[in-house]
């Protein structure tokens, strides 16, 4: 059989069979149109070891003597009793091609196992892989992992990957690949605070713009396992795959388990080539929010629990008179939700708070022409709430009973517990509820919670991470087909589910429950390396932090909130007079500008002075280009803390046109910020600022422009407009 060769934006990907099983041969640079006969890639044969060549399968097996982490574990049980068929032979059956996907189909009919392999080379250079294994004999087959691997090439020496806890979701960590296992587990069942969004292979110190990198991500909300994994012969294989409890996946004869789905892209010119491959999927898919994105006001950090008609009402208008286009209600407004100790499951306005219902609220927004959001957290249940007394059995644990009939109960997690989806009366009273709130209000927008973990997570007395995690998927794509206008956010006590697999049947991710901004600027510069900006929500806060107590000035927090999904959750009633002219003119400039925001070319310059993040989102050259006089480009040049220069110095705006010339100004702080007594910027400025910078791509790139001497956790702005 010949190999099979896909290709797109400058990456290829070569299956090759020749060996009797599929192997990725090649995931890297594009190769042009002919290959060579692949059976000169056979490796030798070292001492001590196996009398064969040894193929790092695409699914990985011992039957071939691979000795790294095997792509598939599992066993049959024949007779009641377990363990046959523990090790599968597995060998091509077929392997074709149609445009951009190949599908592979490997089988042992000794064991009676069928895995089919579909990987599709997306436009932009995403590729996408997804394993299923059937089980075609003619007793039970317990699938204890399928995991989906790629091969990295050998100048793959340095491994990024990102990690996280509440209010510090997806910072980075790095060090060298050696050899063994690197895993990173999910034992949360649900994606996880410390979930890393992105498992990146590179080489030696390679960075935002420089070095080949190779990436993956697991397309999973549920319990999983990201490794690398480098072999005794030094061959390195990055991957992921569901990590599944006991006995949770038992195929019966003729059923089939499909694995989450893995995404990966190579990059020759460091992480913004990988975010530019998952940017462009992102935005091609025909289910991507159209039209410009919102300004939102979320009433959580601005009332709490503290619900008040004429209070919300206000904070309405005053939303509405900055520009607010969006007004979400936060937790507290259902049945006997005063605090976090109860209500969840009792999906009904409480009347003792809103003897009108949420209707007077709902038409005060609307009056003042924004749309109006709810908060929901379906999968959770309060043991002090209606449903939960009327349904003990609803209520998750590892017994077989309910906590009623003796039944233990996993430990508390804010008060609360997790309702089984998996019961069919429970999924259907989830859905309800949700479904009526839907029909009976004029509600816009959804926002999604989901806050603990899923400790001792079963099902009648077995494992059930696996099942909850596709009820809750379910219960998703049964609203949302319901409901296909409103639009739905996942948040998970801040950003503790953020993966693909939530973001095919979600149309945003809140990033973190933490809004100061300076912690903002790492977890949205995480968090973008993967969800473009019109996905991760980004708010303006009070201006002392409430989860970290820093106070920042207005600008800062601004210019943070700015490169994502722009909203506020602050009490901007108290916002008066300079200030709010100011936080008037943020609004603005984010109308203005956030047609480009939302569909350019994220650019993260690799600035030498580590107290410095200079990022920016630069037009696509696309249809004839970008006019002259239209906005190019937007930049930030972020100061973190002090350095150790006394000066900003140069720094160079890459990403842009080479041979094209752009004028360079300042969009904030601008002289009428002067009046606003701003002090970001030292009394002398850089000559370029009173009328602008004329350069070309290849100069601002390569040279840059020297920047005004900037206080640590502040920021500006530029603009940059096209010649
Ligand atoms: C979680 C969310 C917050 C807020 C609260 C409400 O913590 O992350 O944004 O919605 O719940 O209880």
């Given at each position: 059989m010949q190999p099979l060769h896909l290709r797109s934006a400058g990456t290829s990907l070569v299956v090759s069979t020749h060996r009797g099983e599929a192997e990725i041969s090649h995931w890297g640079a594009d190769l042009g149109e002919t290959l060579p006969d692949l059976a000169i890639l056979n490796e030798p044969i070292p001492p001590s070891s196996a009398d064969a060549n040894v193929p790092a399968g695409l699914i990985p097996q011992a039957s071939s003597s691979w000795q790294g982490r095997p792509g598939l574990r599992g066993h049959r049980v024949t007779d009641g009793m377990p363990g046959f068929d523990f090790s599968v032979r597995l060998r091509v059956v077929s392997a074709t091609a149609d445009g951009n996907t190949a599908v592979v189909v490997q089988s042992d009919p000794d064991a009676g196992i069928t895995v089919t392999s579909h990987l599709t080379l997306h436009p932009g250079g995403l590729l996408e892989l997804r394993n299923a294994v059937t089980n075609d004999g003619t007793s039970p087959f317990q699938v204890d992992e399928l995991a989906t691997v790629l091969p990295v090439a050998p100048d793959a020496v340095e491994l990024l990957d990102l990690t996280g806890r509440w209010c510090r979701e997806r910072h980075p960590q790095r060090h060298s690949i050696q050899q063994g296992t690197w895993v990173r587990t999910g034992r949360h069942g649900r994606t996880g605070h410390d979930s890393s969004l992105l498992f990146a292979a590179g080489t030696a110190g390679f960075g935002n713009r420089h070095g080949k990198v190779w990436a993956t991500h697991l397309a999973w909300s549920g319990n999983h396992e990201q490794f690398a994994d480098r072999v005794g012969d030094g061959r390195t294989m990055i991957g992921g795959s569901e990590l599944l409890g006991p006995a949770e996946v038992l195929l019966q004869p003729g059923e089939t388990y499909t694995a989450p789905a893995l995404f990966a892209a190579y990059s020759d010119r460091g992480l913004d080539g990988i975010t530019e491959a998952f940017y462009s999927w992102f935005r091609a898919r025909p289910h991507h929010v159209a039209g410009p994105r919102p300004v939102v006001l979320n009433t959580w950090e601005a009332v709490y629990f503290d619900h008040n008609l004429e209070t919300l009402i206000e904070l309405a208008g005053s939303a509405a008179d900055l520009g607010v286009e969006r007004f979400v209600l936060d937790d507290g407004w259902f049945r006997g939700r005063r605090n976090d100790h109860a209500g969840l499951g009792d999906w009904y306005v409480d009347e003792s708070v809103w003897p009108g219902g949420l209707t007077p609220l709902i038409e005060a927004v609307i009056a003042h022409g924004m749309e109006f959001g709810l908060w929901v957290e379906p999968e959770m249940i309060s043991i002090n709430s209606d449903i939960a007394r009327a349904h003990p059995e609803w209520i998750v644990g590892p017994s077989a009973s309910s906590y009623k009939d003796g039944g233990r109960l996993p430990v508390e997690w804010r008060h609360q517990h997790v309702i089984d989806l998996v019961n069919p009366d429970a999924w259907q009273y989830v859905f309800d509820r949700i479904d009526a709130l839907l029909r009976d209000n004029k509600i816009s927008y959804l926002k999604w919670d989901q806050n603990r973990d899923l400790l001792e997570h079963g099902h009648s007395g077995r494992a059930s991470v696996h099942q909850?995690?596709?009820?809750?998927?379910?219960?998703?794509?049964?609203?949302?087909?319901?409901?296909?206008?409103?639009?739905?956010?996942?948040?998970?006590?801040?950003?503790?589910?953020?993966?693909?697999?939530?973001?095919?049947?979600?149309?945003?991710?809140?990033?973190?429950?933490?809004?100061?901004?300076?912690?903002?600027?790492?977890?949205?510069?995480?968090?973008?390396?993967?969800?473009?900006?019109?996905?991760?929500?980004?708010?303006?806060?009070?201006?002392?932090?409430?989860?970290?107590?820093?106070?920042?000035?207005?600008?800062?927090?601004?210019?943070?909130?700015?490169?994502?999904?722009?909203g506020m959750e602050w009490d901007v009633r108290s916002v008066t007079g300079a200030e709010r002219e100011e936080l008037k003119r943020f609004i603005t400039l984010y109308k203005e500008h956030r047609a480009l925001i939302h569909s350019g070319l994220a650019v993260r310059a690799d600035a030498p002075d580590e107290s410095l993040m200079v990022h920016g989102v630069v037009a696509p050259e696309h249809d004839g280009g970008i006019p002259a006089g239209a906005t190019a480009a937007l930049f930030a040049v972020v100061k973190t803390r002090t350095s150790f220069a006394e000066q900003v110095g140069r720094v160079s705006l890459p990403g842009l046109d080479p041979s094209r010339t752009y004028r360079v100004e300042l969009l904030f702080p601008t002289p009428v910020d002067a009046d606003y007594g701003h002090t970001i910027i030292e009394a002398q400025p850089v000559s370029w600022l009173a009328s602008g910078a004329e350069a070309n791509g290849r100069f601002l790139g390569e040279v840059g422009l020297p920047m005004p001497v900037l206080h640590p956790e502040h920021a500006i702005l530029l603009r940059l407009t096209a010649f």
């Open positions: 909850q995690t596709l009820a809750a998927y379910r219960l998703f794509d049964a609203l949302r087909e319901a409901h296909p206008s409103v639009e739905i956010e996942s948040c998970s006590s801040g950003g503790a589910r953020v993966d693909l697999g939530i973001l095919e049947r979600t149309d945003r991710v809140w990033a973190s429950d933490c809004n100061d901004a300076l912690e903002r600027q790492t977890i949205q510069r995480w968090t973008g390396m993967v969800v473009p900006p019109e996905l991760v929500g980004g708010h303006i806060g009070p201006s002392t932090s409430h989860t970290t107590a820093r106070t920042h000035d207005l600008s800062f927090r601004a210019i943070t909130a700015f490169f994502g999904h722009f």
